[in-house]
């Protein structure tokens, strides 16, 4: 099973970008699911994150009313919409997702590779 980010890019500060996160390469189901991101020069950070079925939502304190994390169960696949971005959300993002499969029936944590993001002043 693997996890295939898009949607990154440039942006100017107070724009928009939809990350996706795509699983895909076996069967599975998605326990939990969560987007991180490291900047240059910083440790990894938890973003937001998700419980199976979206029931529970949790998300940094900076960017609370600013991005929004959703799945689509029928395409296998994970969003995070940012809004009103700032330079200091520029990083590269990943997806990570608990993912129970015939071989780890309680779960296994899978990351993706990451997508750029910059956000230009």
């Known amino acids: 099973v693997q996890l295939l980010e898009s949607g990154g890019g440039l942006v100017q500060a107070g724009g928009s970008l939809r990350l996706s996160c795509y699983a895909f390469?076996?069967?599975?189901?998605?326990?939990?699911m969560g987007w991180y991101r490291q900047a240059p020069g910083k440790q990894r950070e938890l973003v937001a994150a998700?419980?199976?079925?979206?029931?529970?939502?949790n998300y940094a304190d900076s960017v609370k009313g600013r991005f929004t994390i959703s799945r689509d169960n029928a395409k296998d696949t994970m969003y995070l919409q940012m809004n009103s971005l700032k330079p200091e959300d520029t990083a590269r993002y990943y997806c990570?997702?608990?993912?129970?499969?015939?071989?780890?029936?309680?779960?296994?944590?899978?990351w993706g590779k990451g997508t750029l993001v910059t956000v230009s002043s």
């Open positions: 998700a419980t199976t079925g979206g029931g529970s939502t």
């Open positions: 990570k997702a608990d993912l129970a499969t015939p071989r780890h029936p309680y779960g296994m944590d899978y």
């Open positions: 390469g076996g069967s599975f189901s998605i326990k939990s």
